[in-house]
């Protein structure tokens, strides 16, 4: 991590960064960017098109937000790579330290998440489904600062 500093300004001027919806799992993911496993994720190119949202790009900084919606970290993205499903590789699975041994292990737990009704719901799409062929955003990112929740 380097030593940036961020005024309140900066910091609420960066776009947020939000993993899953808010509640547990978001706390755990969060936990995971804040003690440095977690180092990539995955999105569905369908949320960013859904959401009208350009797909990261390198070296663009944003606030992670926790489940209260306060903004608890900047991250940089440092690398971004758009594949279909089958073809995310192992490497990846591990660094988003969600403890994962396995892709398909891997895939079953995001499976299950994209399938999920807040999904299904943000997308709009009842019946939303993914295989091999839909298009994932692997988005890897370092942890460039820490932030006081309290302000």
Do not use: C
Not at 10 to 26: H, N, S, T, V
Not at 29 to 38: E, I, S
């Amino acid at each position: 991590m380097t030593s940036d500093a961020f005024s309140s300004g900066d910091i609420a001027a960066l776009p947020r960064a939000e993993f899953a919806f808010p509640g547990p799992l978001r706390d755990q993911l969060v936990a995971a960017v804040l003690d440095g496993a977690k180092t990539s994720t995955t999105g569905l190119v369908a949320d960013y098109e859904h959401e009208n949202e350009p797909l990261p790009s390198v070296g663009s900084r944003s606030a992670v937000v926790d489940s209260d919606d306060r903004r608890v970290a900047v991250i940089e993205v440092t690398e971004v790579r758009v594949v279909p499903l089958a073809q995310v590789d192992f490497a990846h699975v591990v660094d988003e330290g969600e403890g994962d041994t396995s892709i398909a292990g891997w895939r079953a737990n995001h499976e299950g998440f994209w399938h999920g009704e807040e999904m299904r719901a943000a997308l709009g799409d009842p019946e939303f489904t993914v295989d091999d062929e839909t298009l994932v955003v692997l988005e890897r990112f370092r942890l460039v600062a820490r932030l006081d929740p309290a302000g």
